[in-house]
């Protein structure tokens, strides 16, 4: 079992995060493979698929059978619902479903649209006089973390003390088997609570004075399932505070730095920029910002691929070598913004699929038509680029390009 416990740490590996793939061709070759520590890797797509959709998967670490830091200090944390299952992840789910999307908020995401064009085009109007940016601070970072705070209902000015907590807790969920990983968790955790409690107390302070915010409907409307309780409001409000803001920043980053490494795929963009959807659904197979899922757990013995796994271990779910599995896309190390049938796994399956698929995709469509129809020349400084540490959410840390100018 050696072989695959190298696998592993060689996936999480920071030498390896500026190019991971072929890494999970050896991963997909391999089947599911045992590691020495007893949890089991999936990196094929039609099993993980079938592993997201199958009840004897659960996303909560308590039923884990080898020791584990995180589900032993739950009592300190409460945890969100991307940490239950179904019913108390449903019941969670939709609660804070309500404001942000369907059957009760239908236009929310919609109504946006203006705004994020506005932040949009601020943030780029903002770089004239400049021949040299940094994407991420400059552009990609400062987009969804606006967006997140309006709409949770977060001052803006704040974020330099929730940035601080949001890059302890991402370490938190590292799950790199260093020397280092039980420092992180216990960091990540104290990192979660004073989280919780900055974005409760911002949530109180809203009752009983309605504004148009989620904190504030979460407190004032809470509807027929009877809302949550603080506990529960401050472990959703971090959840999407952190999803909101870690995840969509890569996968505009992730693009502009795929599209300069695929000059025909921009020059086709400039021209057609309505295919700027289907090139967002094209990078969330190719460039993902999600790799891995690392908290999921057996309930039970299961079978995958003529492989047992026991239960009460962890499963580890490869998301992004799933979505380059050519058993299921046509020459999946292509990218091909046109590509048709791409039902990748960027935004996961099952129960669990991203809640905020719809704003992440109206966010990156609006910033990269923006920013290929203005940027004038852009060019890649670095390639590739320095990234960030985390196996788990994938992206450059910096971008460094040189512009020859801005279009209005
Ligand atoms: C490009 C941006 C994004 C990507 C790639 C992404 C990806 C994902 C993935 C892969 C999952 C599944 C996790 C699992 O199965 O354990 C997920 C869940 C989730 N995402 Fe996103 N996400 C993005 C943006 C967002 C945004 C903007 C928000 C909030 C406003 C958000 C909120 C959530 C929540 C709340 C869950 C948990 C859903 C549940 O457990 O039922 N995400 N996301």
Redesign the pocket.
């Known amino acids: 079992m050696a072989a695959a416990d190298t696998l592993f740490r060689r996936i999480t590996d920071y030498a390896n995060r500026a190019d991971p793939y072929p890494l999970y061709a050896e991963l997909r070759e391999a089947g599911v493979v045992r590691q020495d520590d007893g949890s089991y890797l999936v990196g094929t797509y039609h099993e993980i698929a079938g592993l997201?959709h199958d009840p004897r998967i659960s996303?909560d670490r308590r039923n884990r059978t080898v020791p584990d830091l995180l589900a032993s200090r739950e009592a300190d944390v409460q945890v969100?619902?991307?940490?239950?299952d179904d019913p108390e992840?449903e019941r969670l789910?939709n609660i804070?479903m309500r404001p942000?999307g369907p059957p009760h908020s239908p236009g929310r995401v919609d109504a946006m649209h203006d705004e994020i064009t506005d932040i949009t085009t601020r943030l780029i109007d903002a770089l004239r006089g400049r021949d040299r940016i940094d994407l991420v601070e400059d552009f990609a970072y400062p987009l969804?973390v606006t967006?997140?705070c309006r709409?949770l209902g977060v001052p803006r000015e704040d974020e330099p003390k929730f940035h601080a907590w949001t890059e302890t807790v991402i370490a938190g969920f590292d799950p790199s088997p260093d020397s280092n990983a039980e420092e992180r968790q216990r960091a990540g955790l104290a990192a979660r609570k004073a989280m919780g409690e900055y974005l409760g107390a911002l949530a109180e302070s809203r009752r009983g004075k309605p504004s148009d915010d989620l904190l504030s409907a979460f407190v004032n409307d809470p509807g027929p399932e009877g809302g949550f309780t603080r506990p529960e409001l401050m472990a959703?409000a971090v959840?999407?505070l952190l999803?909101?803001?870690e995840?969509?920043v890569?996968?505009i980053t992730n693009g502009v730095l795929t599209l300069l490494r695929h000059p025909e795929a921009l020059e086709l963009l400039r021209g057609e920029p309505e295919l700027m959807p289907s090139a967002v659904e094209e990078l969330?197979r190719y460039e993902?910002?999600?790799h891995l899922?690392p908290?999921?757990t057996a309930l039970t013995d299961v079978e995958v691929a003529g492989v047992t796994i026991p239960k009460g271990v962890p499963v580890i779910l490869v998301?992004a070598s799933g979505s380059r599995d050519p058993r299921r896309f046509h020459e999946p190390d292509r990218f091909d913004p046109t590509r048709k049938d791409n039902q990748h796994?960027?935004?996961?399956?099952?129960?669990?699929?991203?809640?905020?698929?719809p704003?992440?995709?109206i966010?990156?469509q609006i910033a990269l038509t923006e920013l290929v129809r203005r940027l004038d020349g852009p060019r890649l400084l670095q390639d590739p680029p320095p990234f960030r540490r985390s196996p788990v959410l994938r992206g450059p840390r910096h971008l460094p390009l040189e512009l020859a100018g801005l279009k209005d």
């Open positions: 997201l996303s969100s619902f991307i940490g239950r992840h789910r804070a942000f969804p967006v997140i709409m959703t959840l999407l999803a909101g803001h995840t969509t890569n996968l969330l993902p910002p999600v899922l908290q999921r998301l796994l960027g935004f996961g399956s099952g129960v669990h699929s991203c809640f905020g698929a704003l992440a995709r966010e990156t």
